[in-house]
């Protein structure tokens, strides 16, 4: 059963730190592109940053300078650190992830369960 977990988020006060992190796990061939997504209350599911499996990296310009996504492919873990965070990130933050469940196989969109993150006083 492939799967991806998800862990870390949590209430944090303005200009704190969060470190969430998404393993994936089960029977996986290969994983490619990984990414962070966030959903505001009424708002759509945004990118928020993504890299690949080479390690480029990408990220929405409101998190520039304060975000940074990495990946440990031995672990097939993907984390966000979170810092100088602000009450415009509070947000459910969902892992996504492409994965190759077998040599011949095409990959496969899979999404976490979502973390909440919450900046607030």
């Known amino acids: 059963h492939v799967q991806l977990v998800e862990s870390g988020g949590g209430l944090v006060q303005p200009g704190g730190s969060l470190r969430l992190s998404c393993t994936a796990s089960g029977i996986i061939f290969s994983i490619n592109n990984m990414a962070w997504y966030r959903q505001a209350p009424g708002k759509q599911r945004d990118l928020v940053a993504s890299v690949s499996s080479g390690g480029g990296t990408n990220y929405v310009d409101s998190v520039k300078g304060r975000f940074t996504i990495s990946r440990d492919n031995a672990k097939n873990t993907v984390y966000l650190q979170m810092n100088s965070l602000k009450p415009e990130d509070t947000a459910v933050y969902y892992c996504?992830?492409?994965?190759?469940?077998?040599?011949?196989?095409?990959?496969?969109?899979?999404w976490g369960q979502g973390t909440q993150v919450t900046v607030s006083a």
């Open positions: 996504n992830a492409d994965l190759r469940l077998t040599r011949i196989s095409r990959d496969f969109e899979y």
